[in-house]
């Protein structure tokens, strides 16, 4: 029997307290070449795959679009519900404005409006992302609209999302695009800094890109990618309660070294409103020409009318 622990030991020397914790219904590392799999619980299982949608979403989008086409959302964005970026009906954007949103912010504006206007209509564009997930050998994968959001029959698994961002990462704009830390966006006269929601790339140095992903449903979603010795690993959970301590406790079985819990914390995803320093001095000539012309104005005296 002492032989029989020995050799699985040697076959697979990560230690089951690395892992024993792990909320996640689903998970997996392995290595991107090889897709050796060097950890992984129940990653055949379908289940939701909430925001991590977004990476068939994007791919799809680089291959089919110019960066600077112009792209006008139609009435129904409004519909779309937050993380957005707020896109206004009737006005243009840059479709790689819209796809960077995507994928860095996780707009579910922006996935909806790639999505009517690459295929017509989101059912449409669904049926392309299908198409190119079986291409991928993601074959117990499907999908039902760009964004993640939950619907009923829309699921992946741990093993098809890994085989989905290997692709997307062999294309070097979406790779650029994923290791974005922050996103610019300009709209109605306002510029707003978005923050990855990949709490990785601000405190975890291997790390290369990923995408996050959330509804109360799915629970918590994650794909990403990281570096060590020359070789690349992907890791993939779905279903999960603790998203980042999950993630910590699986790439136990690679690193030693790890962010901290307070490193984590202070790396999570914020906006901030800017406003360039033209808008700021012509918020200034507005106000000054308003109390100009208030001052100019002369009161004329109250008659009273006798008794």
Not at 27 to 54: C, N
Request: with cysteine.
């Amino acid at each position: 029997m002492s032989c029989l622990i020995l050799v699985f030991m040697l076959l697979f020397p990560f230690s089951l307290s690395a892992t024993e914790n792990i909320t996640a219904a689903s998970y997996l590392l392995v290595e991107r070449d090889s897709f050796q799999v060097i950890s992984g619980k129940d990653y055949h299982m379908r289940l939701p795959p909430a925001s991590t949608t977004k990476v068939i979403t994007t791919i799809v989008a680089i291959e089919k679009l110019d960066e600077d086409e112009g792209i006008v959302p139609d009435r129904n964005v409004l519909r779309s519900p937050r993380s957005k970026l707020n896109l206004i009906p009737g006005k243009e954007y840059r479709a790689m404005d819209l796809i960077k949103g995507a994928m860095v912010e996780s707009a579910n504006d922006a996935a909806y409006t790639l999505a009517t206007y690459i295929g017509g209509t989101e059912a449409k564009f669904a049926w392309m992302m299908n198409e190119k997930a079986e291409e991928i050998g993601a074959n117990n994968t499907h999908f039902k609209n760009a964004s993640g959001l939950f619907v009923k029959g829309q699921y992946t698994t741990c093993y098809d999302l890994a085989l989905i961002f290997r692709y997307a990462l062999s294309n070097d704009t979406f790779k650029e695009i994923a290791s974005t830390r922050y996103f610019l966006f300009r709209n109605d006269n306002r510029s707003i800094r978005y923050k990855n929601h990949n709490r990785f790339l601000f405190c975890f140095a291997p790390a290369i890109g990923g995408k996050t992903g959330f509804t109360r449903a799915s629970k918590h979603c994650y794909v990403g990618a990281f570096e060590k010795d020359g070789k690349v690993y992907i890791l993939s959970l779905l279903g999960s309660k603790d998203l980042w301590g999950d993630a910590i406790q699986i790439l136990k079985n690679l690193y030693e070294q790890l962010p901290s819990d307070k490193e984590i914390r202070l790396a999570k995803a914020s906006s901030m409103n800017l406003t360039s320093f033209k808008e700021k001095k012509e918020k200034k000539r507005l106000l000054k020409k308003k109390f100009k012309k208030h001052k100019k104005i002369k009161t004329k005296p109250v008659k009273f009318n006798e008794a």
